[in-house]
T-cell receptor, first 108, second 110 residues
Framework: KNEVEQSPQNLTAQEGEFITINCSYS?????LHWLQQHPGGGIVSLFM?????KKHGRLIATINIQEKHSSLQITASHPRDSAVYIC??????????WGAGTKLIIKP | KAGVTQTPRYLIKTRGQQVTLSCSPI?????VSWYQQTPGQGLQFLFE???????NKGNFPGRFSGRQFSNSRSEMNVSTLELGDSALYLC?????????FGQGTRLTVV
């Protein structure tokens, strides 16, 4: 069993829909990252969470430390949101463990 | 503030050759981590350097090595390249728990 599990693996939605991507982990962490990767490879850090909730524009990230679960939500989704979204947890020894990613396609 | 800079962006090498990739972290960041991303394996941790010392290492063969200089710039070297080494190599610069990523170097081994 992977230490970081993301769901769904693939998600296709229509423009305007509300999107939720989930991340569960089984290890003790110091922080959790949500990252976005567009075709071409570059990775952009969206959020770093150690507790609670963060919001940036149409993106909202929450984490429940007790349940070892985090979610990334996108409101009013747009085709430019199409990307791979990756959850990564940072261990106490600073190492990052990655989820497999969620490939999101938003159709116009 | 400049971001994380990786060079080169693209590289084509032949089997058996060696390659050196470079990563310049964000100014003031002393931690640099390297990751390999392939379609089949996803993102995998290679190693992490902090203040010129390797702090963590992933499960990669000894052909993969790295180092960090006093200015925190890091290099990653792969010797005796194999076709399976074709991948996107990403570098992350960290300060505390914040991590910032470079655009990556796409290595193709032919």
């Amino acid at each position: 069993k992977n230490e970081v599990e993301q769901s769904p693996q693939n998600l296709t939605a229509q423009e305007g829909e509300f999107i939720t991507i989930n991340c569960s982990y089984s290890v003790g962490i110091s922080a959790l990252h949500w990252l976005q990767q567009h075709p071409g490879g570059g990775i952009v850090s969206l959020f770093m969470l150690s507790s609670g909730k963060k919001k940036h524009g149409r993106l909202i990230a929450t984490i429940n430390i007790q349940e070892k679960h985090s979610s990334l939500q996108i409101t009013a989704s747009h085709p430019r949101d199409s990307a791979v979204y990756i959850c990564a947890v940072r261990l106490e020894n600073y190492q990052l463990i990655w989820g497999a990613g969620t490939k999101l396609i938003i159709k116009p | 503030k400049a971001g994380v800079t990786q060079t080169p962006r693209y590289l084509i090498k032949t089997r058996g050759q060696q390659v050196t990739l470079s990563c310049s972290p964000i100014s003031g960041h002393r931690s640099v981590s390297w990751y390999q991303q392939t379609p089949g394996q996803g993102l995998q941790f290679l190693f992490e350097y902090f203040s010129e010392t390797q702090r963590n290492k992933g499960n990669f063969p000894g052909r993969f090595s790295g180092r960090q200089f006093s200015n925190s710039r890091s290099e990653m070297n792969v010797s005796t390249l194999e076709l399976g080494d074709s991948a996107l190599y990403l570098c992350a610069s960290s300060y505390g728990t914040e991590a910032f990523f470079g655009q990556g170097t796409r290595l193709t081994v032919v």
